[in-house]
Structures are given as C-alpha cells and as structure tokens.
C-alpha cells in the first residue's frame, strides 16, 4: 500500500515535441485501468500520445512489457505487476476529480508563493500543485502563452470572461494541512482509498460528504462527513469541500 501511494505523488516531467508542447507525467511501474475505445494500440510514443490528446476518453498512455504503447481510461495510476509505464494525459478533456471546468474564463491573479512554481506544463501537475496549496482556487490554461497551465486566485470567489479562450479549473476543495474532517461519509460501506483523486471523485458524488482527510497512521484516503477542520495529532491532511 505505501509503495503504491508514493509512486502516485513521484513524479518525473517529459514532453515529446510531437505532442503539441505539452509535458507528460511519467509514473514508472504503474497502469491505468481500462483501454479506451479503438484506436487503442500502437507502436510508438508520439504517435499514442498525439491520438490520446485528440480522444476525449483517453486519461494516458500505457506503455506495456511488449513494448507496445496503449490509449487508456482514467486519472488513477496503479502499481504494475509487470513493469509498465504510464505517460498521463496532460490536457484531459474529460472530468477531473476535484475540479469543475469552466470554457472562456479565467481566474483573476496568480498564486505567488515564495519557492512554488505558479507555471506547468500539464493540466493535471498543476492541479496536483493546486490541491496542495491553500491559497490556489483555481488553474487556468493560457493557450496565447505556450499552452501553459497557471495556478490563480479568484477575485470576489468569481471567474471573469476571457477574451483569448482560456479555460478554467476551478478547485472545489480547500487544502488543510494538519487537520482532519469529523466521521466518515459512507457509499455503501466503502469510505477508504488508496489515492487522492479516487477519494476526490467519490466525495464530488457523494450526498453528505463534506471531504477528504488522509490518514497517517493508514495512509489512506477518507470521505468525511464533517465541514470543519480541526487540529490532527497525528499529521493528517484534509481537503474540506466548498
């Protein structure tokens, strides 16, 4: 399980030219799930990510012990049995976990934070960097500026129109380091999980979750019911819900 939660959080940065500037996260030893619809299979990298760019199922690219490259579902890297390596999509068109898009919009002013970079060259690095940051609200994509994704504040908690097609990622979680959310929040029986954004997804569904908490002692991922953060003594972390 641990071995498996810090390969979610390490992350090696690539991009290949032919994929439209965009930067690649790289997670070795790992899969995503399920194969998208055709076509799905190919012998090359560039070739696989520039058709994943183009799909809007496609959350990666898989590269399998065959060598061969495949298209995949999903935002949730899993532990590969076998080796594989998987290139996420950085620019998914499909819902992301945590975040509600928005076209032609834009968030007012860049998060400046001493020592954290307010640039990314992928959709999902820099929402990974949003959720971790308490002041950022938002991502917004600038494709006037490189294609480049930027972590923002809003100003009066609203987004403005854009006029050069920005899109937005407006962040419905805050981050609370060194606190916890009260009681679980069931669907069914399950209320547990092994990385953030499956944590974050069953949240957004979820009628009566107020967000997620991550668990030291367990490292693993809670839905809670509870809206106030209080004081952990034992480090975890909490995303409470907008």
């Given at each position: 399980?641990?071995?498996?939660?810090?390969?979610?959080?390490?992350?090696?940065?690539?991009?290949?030219?032919?994929?439209?500037?965009?930067?690649?996260?790289?997670?070795?030893?790992?899969?995503?799930?399920?194969?998208?619809?055709?076509?799905?299979?190919?012998?090359?990298?560039?070739?696989?990510?520039?058709?994943?760019?183009?799909?809007?199922?496609?959350?990666?690219?898989?590269?399998?012990?065959?060598?061969?490259?495949?298209?995949?579902?999903?935002?949730?890297?899993?532990?590969?049995?076998?080796?594989?390596?998987?290139?996420?999509?950085?620019?998914?068109?499909?819902?992301?976990?945590?975040?509600?898009?928005?076209?032609?919009?834009?968030?007012?002013?860049?998060?400046?934070?001493?020592?954290?970079?307010?640039?990314?060259?992928?959709?999902?690095?820099?929402?990974?960097?949003?959720?971790?940051?308490?002041?950022?609200?938002?991502?917004?994509?600038?494709?006037?500026?490189?294609?480049?994704?930027?972590?923002?504040?809003?100003?009066?908690?609203k987004l403005m129109a854009s006029p050069s097609d920005e899109t937005t990622w407006k962040c419905n979680y805050k981050y609370y380091p060194g606190k916890y959310l009260a009681i679980y929040a069931k669907n069914g029986s399950v209320f547990a999980y092994t990385y953030l954004r499956e944590a974050l997804a069953a949240c957004d569904k979820l009628t009566g979750c107020g967000g997620?908490?991550?668990?030291?002692?367990?490292?693993?991922?809670?839905?809670?019911?509870?809206?106030?953060?209080?004081?952990?003594?034992?480090?975890?972390?909490?995303?409470?819900?907008?």
């Amino acid at each position: 399980m641990k071995a498996t939660v810090i390969l979610a959080v390490t992350l090696v940065m690539s991009m290949s030219t032919d994929a439209y500037q965009y930067d690649w996260v790289v997670f070795k030893d790992s899969y995503l799930s399920a194969y998208t619809q055709d076509p799905k299979f190919f012998n090359n990298l560039p070739e696989a990510q520039r058709v994943c760019l183009e799909k809007y199922d496609c959350g990666g690219v898989t590269k399998e012990r065959s060598g061969r490259y495949t298209l995949r579902k999903g935002l949730i890297v899993k532990k590969s049995p076998s080796a594989e390596v998987t290139y996420m999509n950085p620019y998914p068109r499909m819902y992301t976990p945590g975040f509600t898009r928005q076209y032609e919009s834009y968030a007012g002013g860049y998060v400046s934070i001493p020592g954290l970079s307010y640039v990314y060259g992928s959709l999902i690095a820099a929402q990974n960097a949003c959720l971790k940051e308490n002041s950022c609200e938002a991502v917004t994509s600038e494709p006037l500026n490189s294609n480049r994704f930027t972590l923002r504040r809003m100003s009066h908690g609203k987004l403005m129109a854009s006029p050069s097609d920005e899109t937005t990622w407006k962040c419905n979680y805050k981050y609370y380091p060194g606190k916890y959310l009260a009681i679980y929040a069931k669907n069914g029986s399950v209320f547990a999980y092994t990385y953030l954004r499956e944590a974050l997804a069953a949240c957004d569904k979820l009628t009566g979750c107020g967000g997620v908490t991550w668990e030291k002692t367990n490292n693993r991922y809670t839905t809670r019911a509870g809206k106030d953060p209080h004081a952990s003594p034992s480090g975890e972390i909490s995303w409470r819900k907008n």
